[in-house]
Structures are given as structure tokens and as C-alpha cells.
Nanobody, 121 residues
Framework: QVQLVESGGGLVQPGGSLTLSCAAS????????MGWYRQAPGKQRELVAT???????NYADSVKGRFAISRDNDKNTVYLQMNSLKPEDTAVYYC???????????????WGQGTQVTVSS
């Protein structure tokens, strides 16, 4: 059983910053790619950023230059530093991880519970 627990969401004014964290725990052998997705009301879930075990990163065009994804492999934790936040960044942010379990079954369908980010004055 694998758990992803997010923290760090909240209310911030436009132009402000927030940092999200997501820690993975449970019966894991290896964590491959980790990432952040978001879902705004009435919209589909969309990719925000991903990072491989080798620390290669990928960003949605809408967040390039404003958001930074990082990870600590020793702590099984991924972070999302969000700067210059805009009202359109308001969404529930979800952590995702591609994990090889101790039974050697690999799955990328591992999600956190979500954390609300609201950007408003």
C-alpha cells in the first residue's frame, strides 16, 4: 500500500508564492517519475510539472518560468515552488507518482488527496 500526502496549499494574493510538498510512503521498491497536476472547477485535470528520478523536469507552458519542481529522493518527497501566482492558477493540486512496489508491480496510478490553492485578492 502506497500513500501520497500533500501539504502547503492555501489562499494567496496574486503575485504571491506558495510551496507544495508531497511525501510518498508505504511498501515501495523504487519511485520513478513524480509530478503535480491540477484541476480547476469545471475543467479537466491537467499536468503542471513532472520530474524524473534523474531530476529531469517538464513543465506546462502556462507555468514555465513561474513554477519550479524539485524532489528529495532520500525523503521520497516532491516539491512545487509556485511564484508569481495568478488567479487562473486556482485549483486543487494533486501529487502523482510512478512507483515500483515491493511485489515488483509498477503503477503510475498513485495520487494524493489533493490540496486547494486559491489565488485571490
Amino acid at each position: 500500500q502506497v500513500q501520497l500526502v500533500e501539504s502547503g496549499g492555501g489562499l494567496v494574493q496574486p503575485g504571491g508564492s506558495l510551496t507544495l510538498s508531497c511525501a510518498a510512503s508505504g511498501n515501495m521498491f523504487r519511485i520513478y517519475e513524480m509530478g503535480w497536476y491540477r484541476q480547476a472547477p469545471g475543467k479537466q485535470r491537467e499536468l503542471v510539472a513532472t520530474i524524473t528520478k534523474e531530476l529531469n523536469t517538464n513543465y506546462a507552458d502556462s507555468v514555465k518560468g513561474r513554477f519550479a519542481i524539485s524532489r528529495d529522493n532520500d525523503k521520497n518527497t516532491v516539491y512545487l515552488q509556485m511564484n508569481s501566482l495568478k488567479p487562473e492558477d486556482t485549483a486543487v493540486y494533486y501529487c502523482n507518482a510512478d512507483i515500483l512496489g515491493v511485489t515488483f508491480e509498477r503503477s503510475n496510478n498513485n495520487w494524493g488527496q489533493g490540496t486547494q490553492v486559491t489565488v485571490s485578492s
